[in-house]
């Protein structure tokens, strides 16, 4: 990773809009930051689905 965030919260996104990694602001709306929210709520569903055991079905299917 390029770029270390070590703030999250920085009260500056009031206005409508969020910070990237490089320091540049984009609309909080813009399809980005809906990209960025889809793939880490993709990201939590697959940790959460990897703490159960698979199916040997699917395990199967997986492998070959």
Same mark, same amino acid.
């Given at each position: 990773? $390029?770029?270390?965030? =070590?703030?999250?919260? #920085?009260?500056?996104?009031? *206005?409508? /809009?969020?910070? &990237?990694?490089?320091? /540049?602001? +984009?609309?909080? *709306? !813009? %399809?980005?930051?809906?990209?960025?929210? *889809? +793939? *880490?709520?993709?990201? =939590? +569903?697959?940790?959460? &689905?990897?703490?159960?055991?698979?199916? $040997?079905? +699917? %395990? !199967?299917?997986? &492998? #070959?």
């Amino acid at each position: 990773m $390029a770029n270390r965030l =070590s703030v999250i919260a #920085t009260r500056t996104g009031d *206005d409508g /809009s969020t910070g &990237l990694g490089d320091g /540049s602001r +984009v609309p909080k *709306d !813009a %399809a980005r930051i809906a990209a960025l929210g *889809d +793939v *880490d709520e993709l990201n =939590s +569903v697959i940790g959460l &689905l990897l703490t159960e055991p698979m199916p $040997a079905d +699917v %395990a !199967a299917d997986l &492998l #070959t």
